[in-house]
């Protein structure tokens, strides 16, 4: 496989590098999701095996979600909370499905420049490295990463081989969403060579009664709005479930939006959602919540309002009101006369 002008960037560089490269500190971002596991996974074997080199994988936050952490412990990705001062004792760092601008890393921007950047979302701005492979025509990081494993004839073990699908197929809704011809040969190419009982075993784990009881929140609170659903969540253990529940709500056949908030260590975190290819979620987002604290791609968008941990109730609320009303703004939807709540429950 010849791979794209990104990942055979990539093969140069560390090539370059060689030897000289000693160690790399390899960060995900916060609350890292199946394709930044699987793709700093696989980056580190790769720059293991062009450099020799020492890595560490870590990420912010917590891996939050069942099936990402089942993904995590079924498999053995060797990645861990970043502990304090670490950051400072590694040398060179590599940023993977992130970059320093964004607000989901815990990336010292201000004070270094990252060695690498390995990332498929809409380059920033100010992102800055030393090497900066991002390609936004990938569906997944993964993509890119294999890419680069393929064309150089790197073998990977069946553990990686098995995260990479699941990372790809986890990005994409199993190729159903945003994924390109790229993503679909990488993909096959490692489901040769996957597990095929341990993806079954991540997809469906066995789940937590905070899932449920979060579940039934979603759906019980939800509102509708011509052809928009939406919730707010309130507090929760974990920010993965405002993407999960706006993954849910998007499954009504009437719907072309979802939007869901949830609170979060003194953040308001947003997930938009579309089924519509050309609808440019993640432009939407970044108009909405500004630039590098929102963003994503043309069905999937995520982002942040930092409120901090003092908000009292008021801001809280004042925070998600703004965001619904001005993204059922942006549909034409005059907020107060749009929003129904076809599933709450009747007064006894």
């Not at 060695?115 to 809409?122: K, Q, T």
């Not at 380059?123 to 490295?129: K, Y």
């Not at 990005?171 to 096959?188: F, H």
Request: net charge positive; with cysteine.
């Amino acid at each position: 496989m010849k791979g794209s002008f990104q990942s055979r960037k990539l093969v140069r560089e560390l090539q370059k590098r060689g030897r000289s490269l000693k160690s790399l500190l390899i960060m995900t971002h916060d609350h890292p999701d199946p394709d930044s596991l699987a793709g700093a996974w696989a980056l580190a074997h790769l720059v293991r095996h062009y450099c020799r080199a020492r890595t560490r994988i870590v990420y912010g936050g917590m891996i939050g979600r069942k099936e990402n952490r089942m993904m995590a412990e079924q498999l053995g990705i060797p990645a861990f909370p970043v502990k304090a001062g670490e950051l400072s004792d590694w040398p060179k760092i590599a940023l993977v499905d992130t970059q320093p601008p964004f607000k989901n890393n815990r990336f010292p921007s201000r004070r270094r420049r990252p060695e690498f950047i390995v990332d498929h979302h809409p380059r920033h701005s100010n992102t800055v490295a030393e090497c900066a492979i991002i390609d936004e025509s990938a569906g997944a990081t993964t993509t890119i990463i294999g890419e680069a494993l393929l064309s150089s004839g790197i073998v990977v073990s069946r553990k990686i081989a098995t995260a990479m699908v699941y990372g790809i197929g986890s990005e994409t809704q199993n190729l159903g969403r945003e994924a390109t011809a790229r993503d679909m040969k990488v993909y096959q190419a490692f489901w040769l060579k996957a597990n095929m009982r341990e993806l079954w075993r991540i997809a469906y784990p066995k789940r937590p009664a905070d899932f449920f009881a979060i579940l039934a929140r979603g759906i019980r609170h939800a509102f509708t709005a011509k052809n928009v659903i939406g919730v707010h969540l309130g507090t929760l253990t974990t920010p993965d479930r405002v993407a999960q529940i706006a993954d849910t709500l998007l499954t009504h056949e009437k719907m072309r939006w979802s939007i869901v908030t949830g609170r979060y260590g003194g953040r308001l975190h947003v997930s938009l959602r579309t089924n519509d290819p050309d609808a440019e979620a993640g432009r939407l987002l970044r108009r909405l919540l500004g630039h590098g604290k929102g963003g994503g791609h043309q069905m999937i968008a995520g982002g942040v309002v930092d409120l901090g941990p003092e908000a009292s109730e008021f801001d809280w609320r004042q925070a998600e009101e703004k965001v619904i009303s001005e993204f059922l703004e942006t549909q034409g939807l005059k907020d107060a006369a749009a929003r129904i709540y076809p599933f709450r429950e009747e007064s006894a």
